[in-house]
């Protein structure tokens, strides 16, 4: 069965600090993995996505990803964390299951960034 | 360029009723995906229209239906509501139904089921 998880519901970081939000995922076909954020009261906003090729994925806003084959993980990255980053952060894997595309999100993070 | 739009954006229903959701996609996408998120559950996909045909489906009672226009517009329909139907539901539209393609999200529409 798919699933992604990601493990801490929230990670609070000072501003100006590096930001990791964590991310793993079971599939048994190759993975197409996304990061999306949502604001309050607003739909999901695309971050990023890893299809293929290089295992470092750069997206909107400074935010980048890696992707690790072996350790089954995509978590998201920011050098340097802004107060407006405050949101809630959902992963995503897609792949294909019985011939059908099937998608599944994790749990979401809430990243507060402390001014 | 116009994004994706979803109405109505609130809505209080009571149970046994039924209710009809509205998506308008991005113009030129021609893939339009449901998702219900609720604290319990998360986001869950409900289903994806892609050129007025249903292409993929997830794991909800066959309460939740849906359909695509011509003009790509889709509406979601719920029958039967259920107090636990209270969700955010979410539209994305894409140019078309690829797996690596990048889906843009509505602002959902909000439904209280009382």
């Known amino acids: 069965a798919q699933s992604v998880a990601q493990p801490e519901d929230q990670v609070n970081v000072a501003e100006g600090n590096p930001l990791t939000v964590k991310c793993t995922y079971s599939?048994?076909?190759?993975?197409?993995l996304f990061w999306y954020v949502q604001y309050p009261n607003r739909g999901l906003q695309f971050l990023l996505k890893?299809?293929?090729?290089?295992?470092l994925v750069k997206g909107s806003y400074g935010f980048e990803a890696e992707f690790n084959k072996s350790q089954t993980s995509f978590h998201l990255k920011k050098p340097s964390a802004l107060v407006s980053d405050s949101a809630l952060y959902f992963c995503a894997v897609r792949a294909y299951s019985g011939g059908y595309q099937k998608v599944t999100f994790g749990t979401g993070t809430k990243l507060q960034v402390i001014p | 360029k116009a994004g994706v739009t979803q109405t109505p954006r609130y809505l209080i229903k009571t149970r046994g009723q039924q209710v009809t959701l509205s998506c308008s996609p991005i113009s030129g996408h021609r893939s339009v995906s449901w998702y219900q998120q609720t604290p319990g559950q998360g986001l869950q996909f409900l289903f994806e229209?892609?050129?007025?045909?249903?292409?993929n489906k997830g794991n909800f009672p066959g309460r939740f239906s849906g359909r695509q226009f011509s003009n790509s517009r889709s509406e979601m329909n719920v029958s039967t509501l259920e107090l636990g139907d209270s969700a955010l539901y979410l539209c994305?539209?894409?140019?078309?139904?690829?797996?690596?393609?990048?889906?843009?999200f509505g602002p959902g529409t909000r439904l209280l089921v009382l």
């Open positions: 599939v048994s076909g190759n993975p197409y």
């Open positions: 994305a539209s894409s140019l078309v139904t690829d797996i690596a393609e990048t889906q843009y």
């Open positions: 890893y299809i293929t090729g290089d295992n």
């Open positions: 229209y892609f050129s007025e045909t249903q292409r």
